[in-house]
């Protein structure tokens, strides 16, 4: 197989070294690891069909990779399977500024795009917290969000179309033009996880700045006076373009990491509001939130003085998960979703079980969609605080479903919430879900054993994980 790789890509673009392969036993969800078979770097569509359709003939499993900066395991091997990374595959293709579309690699870093064109008055709207680092692909593949999404959308709202190399090596380009007629077949593959194929080209919506953007901090004594203005917020018909909060932890965090802004230290939430648009209209939506604010005993709420204040705080707001580092030698990011409303309930929830199980939790959050991002921290050295963060991290996924919200809002399923999906989704529904898959990933070749439970119900899918989990 080696042979046939290196003949296809040449010697450069092939590892297969076992110290060559460490790199590549996980994404940034570390608490599972395996060695991949080899890792592949094709450089565009053909290469990746090539690829594909030698380790389908050989019935080698394969995984798509972008930046590896997943949370759920999605681009963790199992063992053996032959990694296929788009890292090389990083070219913005073209822009069409008149139609508002850019056309990118997978590879191509997600704030690349709104650098190419922000001198134009154009940016792309997808915005995770890795964006200097993610890769478009990757975040087609987890449909991931980012702070704004709670009025821009996440990225399937602003993907029109992909070119992707299926399971069997065929090549298939899907939607290309807003409203397509037909089923949806760009919104079946974004989210999707790398299960259905590999996406190696996407076009993507490019939006026009806003007139004017305008940022409002908050701090409050209380979280469940943070959580209520958060409501009150959208109740008073407010559509902010990002809500977000922290707690005492994450705040500590943050005051610890690369961008401290100087939040006093007991306090307990910070909350982040924007507004953006018709520079005309902005003043008298900051009023309302102030306003909001101060009817729920806040400390101190103040627009942002300046451009430079406000970087600050979304600097030290979109670094608070690798913050978390400077308190704890580990940690479990996790990403439920929940109604707004229920958010003082579920923080209480929350702080429940860190205590039950033993363990720190600190919250980072898209308060304004009810996208909650406990992260547990623990001690991988200590015997059992592994286990305890883990079941600590299912108990919350569990309370999120109970109160009528998700397992996950963009972080994806992968390895690390299969079996979460079943708190979420009958039997039957599961069921469904993998028919949907076998339609086009029929001998789980593509990413196996990632985002549905086992059993699957084909036989021969069955037979294919037992053979994987074996090392057959």
């Not at 579309?101 to 690349?112: E, F, K, R, S, W």
């Not at 964006?131 to 709670?150: D, M, P, R, S, Y």
């Not at 209209?281 to 309302?288: D, V």
């Not at 627009?303 to 600097?315: F, L, N, V, Y």
Request: proline fraction near 6%.
């Amino acid at each position: 197989m080696i042979e046939e790789l290196i003949r296809l890509l040449g010697k450069d673009a092939v590892l297969f070294r076992k110290e060559d392969l460490l790199a590549y036993e996980c994404d940034a969800y570390t608490l599972e690891k395996a060695q991949p078979r080899a890792v592949v770097f094709p450089k565009d569509t053909e290469e990746t069909a090539e690829v594909v359709r030698l380790l389908n003939r050989m019935k080698i499993p394969f995984i798509p990779r972008g930046a590896g900066t997943g949370l759920s395991g999605g681009a963790t091997p199992r063992g053996g399977e032959v990694i296929i990374s788009l890292a090389r595959m990083n070219r913005l293709l073209s822009v069409d500024l008149p139609n508002r579309i850019a056309v990118v690699q997978p590879g191509y870093i997600n704030l690349h795009l709104t650098q190419a064109v922000s001198d134009r008055g154009y940016y792309y709207a997808p915005d995770p917290s890795s964006q200097q680092a993610c890769t478009i692909g990757g975040n087609v593949g987890e449909n991931a969000g980012g702070a704004h999404c709670l009025k821009y959308g996440v990225t399937t709202n602003h993907v029109l179309g992909i070119k992707v190399v299926l399971p069997d090596g065929e090549v298939a380009e899907l939607g290309g033009l807003p409203d397509t007629p037909g089923y949806d077949l760009v919104g079946l593959f974004v989210g999707s996880e790398g299960t259905m194929g590999i996406v190696t080209e996407i076009t993507v919506r490019l939006m026009k700045k806003p007139e004017g953007v305008r940022t409002v901090l908050a701090l409050f004594d209380r979280v469940e006076d943070a959580s209520e203005a958060v409501s009150d917020i959208i109740a008073a018909g407010i559509l902010p373009a990002a809500l977000e909060m922290m707690d005492t932890l994450a705040i500590e965090a943050v005051e610890k990491g690369t961008f401290p802004v100087g939040y006093p230290r007991d306090v307990e939430a910070v909350l982040l509001v924007e507004v953006d648009g018709v520079e005309a209209g902005l003043e008298e939506q900051i009023r309302r939130i102030v306003d909001v604010c101060r009817k729920h005993r806040v400390r101190e709420v103040r627009p942002a003085a300046s451009e430079e204040e406000r970087a600050r705080w979304w600097a030290n707001r979109k670094t608070a998960f690798g913050a978390v580092g400077t308190l704890s030698p580990d940690y479990l990011v996790q990403d439920g979703v929940i109604p707004r409303s229920r958010l003082p309930e579920v923080l209480a929830r929350v702080a429940e079980i860190g205590k039950e199980k033993g363990v720190r939790i600190a919250n980072v959050f898209h308060a304004g969609d009810g996208n909650l991002h406990p992260l547990i921290l623990f001690d991988s050295r200590v015997p059992g605080e592994t286990e305890r963060a883990v079941q600590a991290g299912s108990a919350i996924l569990k309370v999120c479903v109970d109160v009528g919200g998700s397992i996950t809002g963009e972080h994806g399923v992968g390895l690390e919430k299969r079996e979460e999906m079943k708190y979420l989704l009958t039997e039957e529904e599961l069921e469904v879900q993998t028919a949907v898959r076998e339609v086009f990933n029929p001998e789980d070749l593509c990413n196996p054993g990632k985002m549905l439970p086992r059993p699957a119900r084909c036989a021969e899918v069955k037979k294919h994980a037992k053979d994987q989990d074996s090392g057959g």
